[in-house]
């Protein structure tokens, strides 16, 4: 029996400034009113992108994926100034590997059914919840990319990843997200950014700001009780053709909020670029995967120094709460 492919009604959109960069808090929250208006099913993923399901906008409106994606488009660039790249499939997965293929002013749309053609040539680290070290892996017994991961048998997935991982991993491969596009849920990520005055060349300037950001991000997490499994850093600079904005994510070892776990990553992602000279405007970092502190696994370590770190962090902290956010910071951020 013929089955009709799933509509590619579910949206996920990456906003940009007209001029570059990325919205403030309060565009954001516009944005969202505005995606809201279309249809009641929206999830943030702050800083710069928002989920949405428009099947029931499509049959509403009468419209294709594309011919909503043009009037969202249009309204965001007419009442706030912003730019949307929008990626559609016929999951949350799909339509975030879709928007990073769009370029701002486009859409990118995975048609009903076509996830295995769209999938099949990308690398293994373009697939969600795939990091550095399990892409090393994989590549290590010739599985660099999805196609070949959907391939591979489970039970050899599952051999190499472990029973949990190598079961997602194959779902994935093979286009299947079992999530679903949440309103009001609570947030599975957090974020913040700094702006340079002027574009900034100094490398060491654009790590004080990274630092400052893994300490601003770690706190709120800890104070929320919260650890987090990855992070995103977003670098705009200037090129050629304006401001360009570069955004890469890398996995924890394991999830956390100590702020020097943070920072390492953070540094490592930034020196990933390699931009060597260029002359950036903005960084923005977010903390992604989201979870209860209680419910992550955390390796025990026996390394004095690192338990030391962690108490020292515990204390400042509490001054922070009872003295506000600058009683207490790096001696690299207070010069």
């Not at 808090?25 to 516009?30: D, L, P, R, T, Y």
Request: hydrophobic share 45%; aromatic share 4%.
């Amino acid at each position: 029996m013929n089955t009709v492919p799933e509509v590619p009604g579910i949206l996920y959109l990456r906003f940009s400034k007209a001029g570059g960069g990325l919205p403030d808090s309060a565009g954001h929250e516009g944005l969202l009113a505005l995606l809201g208006a279309l249809t009641p099913v929206v999830e943030a993923a702050p800083p710069d992108g928002a989920l949405a399901d428009v099947r029931g906008a499509l049959r509403y409106f009468g419209l294709d994926v594309r011919g909503l994606a043009s009037v969202i488009r249009i309204r965001a660039l007419a009442l706030h100034g912003v730019d949307c790249a929008i990626g559609a499939a016929e999951n949350p997965m799909l339509a975030r590997m879709a928007a990073r293929r769009a370029a701002p002013g486009t859409t990118f749309v995975v048609p009903g059914g076509g996830a295995a053609e769209f999938l099949a040539d990308r690398p293994a680290a373009a697939l969600d919840g795939v990091g550095a070290a399990t892409a090393r892996t994989l590549c290590a017994y010739g599985l660099d990319s999805v196609g070949r991961i959907a391939a591979a048998p489970l039970g050899t997935l599952q051999r190499i990843t472990g029973v949990r991982t190598g079961r997602e991993l194959w779902e994935r491969a093979h286009g299947i997200d079992r999530t679903a596009v949440l309103p009001g849920a609570a947030a599975r990520s957090i974020a913040a950014e700094r702006s340079f005055p002027r574009d900034e060349l100094d490398r060491e300037r654009q790590r004080r700001a990274l630092m400052s950001l893994t300490e601003e991000l770690g706190a709120r997490m800890r104070g929320d009780g919260q650890v987090c499994r990855g992070l995103a850093v977003c670098v705009r600079y200037a090129d050629r053709t304006g401001y360009s904005t570069l955004t890469r994510t890398r996995t924890l070892r394991e999830p956390t909020a100590h702020s020097a776990a943070l920072t390492a990553l953070a540094y490592r992602i930034h020196d990933s670029f390699a931009l060597q000279r260029a002359r950036v405007r903005g960084i923005a970092l977010r903390a992604e995967g989201l979870m209860e502190s209680e419910r992550a696994a955390h390796q025990l370590s026996f390394d004095p120094v690192d338990e030391r770190a962690r108490r020292i962090e515990a204390v400042a902290d509490r001054l922070r709460d009872r003295f506000g956010p600058r009683a207490v910071m790096p001696g690299r951020l207070a010069a």
